[in-house]
């Protein structure tokens, strides 16, 4: 009777998901198409860690994104969506869309004074970063300049 005790917690446990991921980015990288988001093989924009956190469920926790210390710039971070004749068209740098796995989504950078966003070249639309449609919880930004 122990047994089948551990046995059915075990499984319970097991099909009850709680972490969100956790993804890495670092400045300056050239991206090779083989980063996993890990801290040995960290993403090279936040844009790329945003697009693999949207195919993710996290469970019931919410997904964060360390950035690392280093500035990110335009070519880096860019978001694209077509306007009526097909051509992209550039929104945002950073855009964190409304799908319901980024809700609640943390983005935390090394610190204010060490962590940019190059805004030199904004959009056409003036915007750095866009976020929209997200949910309850929202997106949380910290730690960049």
């Given at each position: 009777?122990?047994?089948?005790?551990?046995l059915?917690?075990?499984?319970?446990?097991?099909?009850f998901?709680?972490?969100?991921?956790t993804?890495?980015?670092?400045a300056?990288?050239?991206?090779a198409?083989?980063?996993?988001?890990?801290?040995?093989?960290?993403?090279?924009s936040?844009?790329q860690?945003?697009r693999?956190a949207?195919t993710?469920d996290?469970?019931s926790?919410?997904?964060?994104?360390?950035?690392a210390s280093g500035?990110?710039n335009?070519?880096q971070?860019?978001?694209?969506?077509?306007?009526?004749e097909?051509?992209g068209?550039v929104?945002?740098?950073?855009?964190v869309?409304?799908?319901?796995?980024?809700?609640?989504l943390?983005?935390?950078?090394?610190g204010?004074?060490?962590?940019f966003?190059?805004?030199m070249?904004?959009?056409?639309y003036?915007?750095?970063m866009?976020i929209?449609?997200v949910?309850?919880?929202?997106v949380?930004?910290?730690?960049?300049?």
């Amino acid at each position: 009777m122990f047994l089948r005790a551990i046995l059915f917690a075990f499984v319970c446990l097991a099909g009850f998901r709680t972490w969100g991921a956790t993804y890495y980015v670092t400045a300056g990288r050239v991206p090779a198409g083989t980063e996993h988001g890990t801290p040995e093989s960290p993403f090279s924009s936040i844009q790329q860690a945003i697009r693999v956190a949207a195919t993710n469920d996290p469970g019931s926790r919410a997904h964060i994104i360390y950035v690392a210390s280093g500035i990110y710039n335009r070519g880096q971070e860019e978001s694209l969506s077509s306007n009526d004749e097909g051509v992209g068209v550039v929104q945002s740098l950073i855009h964190v869309t409304g799908h319901s796995f980024l809700n609640g989504l943390q983005i935390i950078g090394a610190g204010s004074e060490a962590t940019f966003i190059d805004a030199m070249e904004p959009s056409s639309y003036g915007r750095v970063m866009r976020i929209d449609g997200v949910g309850s919880n929202g997106v949380s930004v910290s730690g960049l300049t």
